[in-house]
Each structure stands twice: as C-alpha cells, then as structure tokens.
C-alpha cells in the first residue's frame, strides 16, 4: 500500500487552520471531501465555534444534510419554521434544503461538530412525506 493510499486518516483538530465563516461562525475543516478521498457521501467534517451573543447568517445546503454535535455552550438553532434550544451533548439533524442558523448564548461561545452527507434521494425541504 502506497502513502497516497493510507486507509486509515487522523487528523488533530490544532492542527488545521481556524477560519471565518457566515456571520460569526469560525470553522476548522477536518475532513474535507476534496482532501480525503471518501468512499460515500460524507462530504466534510467541522469543528465550529460561534462567540457568546454571535450567529452564523441564515443559509440553506440544497442537496445536504447535516449532523451536529453540540460540545459546550448553549445556544438557539432554527431550521425552517422550528427553533430549538441546544446544548452539551445534544445532537441535531438538519435536513437538506430547508434554510437555518444558529445563535451562540450570551454567557458562553457554542462549540459543535458538524458531520455533513449529501443527500442519496432528491430533498424535500419543507413538503410533508409522500
């Protein structure tokens, strides 16, 4: 096996540069589709990090879905009509093509991991199930 062909990939998150994003978000790419060489839809792995009081800007992924993770800090996520709290060891799913965004809390910066796929079928944003 050849060292273009490494099967198994770690990445320390001090080791990649942080950088500004929509609004207040800062952004540390991980993985990224375009480096690694990925065998599925994955599409990129974040750490990301929102200041206390700040938000990224509204926005909408038409063809991914995301997970999230939240790591510390508390904050407000809306996706669509809904809006939710966040925290510490929550986990969110946000679906392709709805647009949203989240806001840090006052007291503290919201850290979270995001995992994002692209999405195998055709999304249906906001139109109910068939």
């Known amino acids: ?15 990649v540069d942080e950088t500004d994003s929509r609004g207040d978000l800062k952004v540390r790419r991980i993985f990224d589709r375009t480096t690694f060489p990925f065998e599925s ?5 974040l750490r990301n990090s929102i200041p206390a009081g700040g938000a990224n800007r509204r926005h909408i992924h038409p063809d ?11 904050g ?5 009509p809904w809006t939710k ?11 392709a093509a ?17 995992c994002a796929a692209q999405t195998l079928e055709p999304p249906r944003g906001l139109r109910p199930p068939a």
């Open 85 to 95: 709290p966040v925290g510490p060891g929550d986990f969110l799913f946000f679906p």
């Open 98 to 114: 709805i647009e949203h965004e989240i806001h840090a809390g006052l007291e503290t910066p919201l850290e979270f991991i995001v």
């Open 64 to 74: 991914v879905e995301k997970v999230y993770y939240f790591l510390s800090g508390n």
């Open 41 to 45: 839809s994955l599409q990129f792995i």
């Open 76 to 80: 407000e996520v809306i996706c669509g």
């Open 1 to 15: 096996m050849s060292e273009n062909d490494i099967r198994l990939v770690v990445t320390r998150e001090n080791s």
